[in-house]
Each structure stands twice: as structure tokens, then as C-alpha cells.
């Protein structure tokens, strides 16, 4: 006959680590107490240990799914903390996180994504810019959709996002306050709502001051064309398409600033002594590019955290949007003009 393995305990956990019962305790009961390093450490023991509602059988089959469009391997940078965000909540709820990502042609054919038969999904994430009707598609399934750093306006569900409107007017106006009066901005305005909505707080910003925006500093793009001009190759044609440069720029994300300055600089052009530069998002990179970048910081962590809290509330509103406001990180790619 064969042996009954003998019941897991706290106790059993706490000799295996060399810690107190205490602090399994504090772990397992997601309280406070233990630090987020060592209540891992702990919940990896109980796991590989099979402890109460730890073991297989007993583990939640509820999941929620982010659903990743292909061009967000791009985005890393900005979207690495979101998924981080959802993943840390759904294990604190105890829900399985999973990310999936969509091809450009199964987007377009509108080919949701599978999951494993044994999973209940709870809802979707629509982490940035997709099909709208992708969008509807995964409404008909009946579970709720959340959409991040995104918002549809004819697409009835829940948004997280930025809010981009008041800043690009913050951006803006932090390059009209340090005297500068040729300003440009650049940015996909039709490629993403987020960078349209930036693009107005500029346009707002400058004639709220009465400062002239010149027609060719204004690069937003073509609408029938799905470029980020994140890239060098993708934005240099564009500057050289100006007659000549302004003593600002507002790009509408981090990584055009990023490339922007790349341009300028290969062309021997002081940063930020000829020509300023700030972006929007505060990617790592900011800090790390020379100079580092003056920008437009948002909080992915908690947009994250909100989007996992908006989705598995029990009276989830579609009509409700949240948006949240970005704080502007002075560094040294804007100078004051005398």
C-alpha cells in the first residue's frame, strides 16, 4: 500500500529558508511585513512545495490576457513596466497573467487570440494601438476589455492612458517659459490617439501664448502611412524636408527625441546650446542618451496596476476612463534663451 505524503507547513517552509514562521505567515497572507524580494522567495518555496493553496489542484484557473500588437517589440522600453504592473497584480489576486501577441495579419483578420481550454478568462488587456475592430471582436465574447495607453473613442470599452492632452501643453509651454519662440513639434499624429492628443496640447500651448508655429516645423506625418519615426532612417528625411531648423523641438515620444538628437548631433549641432530638444514618456534611455533628455514623465506602473483594478471590478463601467497626469523631468536637452 502506498504512503500518504505527509501535509506541507508554514514550519516546513520556514527551516527549508531559514526564517521565521512569522514571515511565511505575513507572505502567504499578503500582508505587510516581509519585503516584495523575500515574499517571492517564499511563495516560489510554497509552489515547489506543494503547500495548501499553493499545490496544482488547488491553483486559481482564472486568467487575464494582454494582447501585445506586433509592432510593440518596439516599445519595450515603455511598456516592459505595464507588463510587469498586470503581472505583479494578478499574481497578489491570484489570477494567471497571460501576454499573446497578434500579427499585423491576424489583427486584420480579426483572429483572437487562443488560450488554454482549462483557463477561465476573466477579461483582455489591448496594450497601445489596435484595430478597432479587433477591438469589437473581443467585446463579442462577453468578458470585459481594458484598453492601455490607448483610448478608442466608437469602441465602447474601459481606457488607462496618459493624460496627453494637458501633457503636450506642459511640454510646450516649458519650451515657451524658457524663451524660446521657433518651436516644432514631431510626431505620427495619425499613426496613435495618444500622439494626436499631444500634438493638440502643442497647438493649444502656442496659441495660448501667440507664439507663431512656421508650417514646416509641424511633422506629423501622412495619414495613409503607419510610421512612429523612432528611428533614424524613418526621421531624417523628415528634418531634412525643413528649410530651416527652430531652436526647439517637442517630440511626441521619447524615442523620436531620442533619434532626433542622434541627427543633430552627426551634424555637429549643439544640443542644447542651438537647438532644444524634450520628449514625452521618460524612458530609460532618457537618462542614458547625451544630453540626457528633458521629457514628459508618465507612471507605467501604475497605469498597470489601475488597468488590472478596472478590469476585475465587479461593476465594471465601459464608460469609465482614466487618465493619468505626467510630471515634466527637467534634465539638460533644454536651454533658456537669454
Known sequence: MQRSKTKVTMDDIARRLNISKNSVSLALGKKKGVSDALRKQIEDAAREMNYGGFAPENIKSRCVVSIVPEYIHNDAYFYSDIFWSIEKESKKNNYVSIMTGITRGAEAELDLPQT???MDVAGYFVIGIVNPAYVVKLLETGRPVVAVDIRHHRV???????SNLSGGFAATMHLIESGHTQIGFIGPVYAAQSIYERWCGFKQAMDFSGVELKGDYDITGNKNEFKLFDAVEALEPLVDSV???PTAWFCAGDRIAISLINILTRRKIKI????SVIGFDDIPMAQMVFPALTTMRVDRRLMGKLAFNALIEPRYDFRRNINLSSVLVER???????
Open 116 to 118: 488554454p481550454p482549462e
Open 156 to 162: 465602447p470599452v474601459r481606457s488607462v492612458t496618459s
Open 243 to 245: 528649410e530651416s531648423l
Open 272 to 275: 542644447p546650446e542651438e537647438i
Open 332 to 338: 539638460d536637452s533644454v536651454r533658456k534663451v537669454k
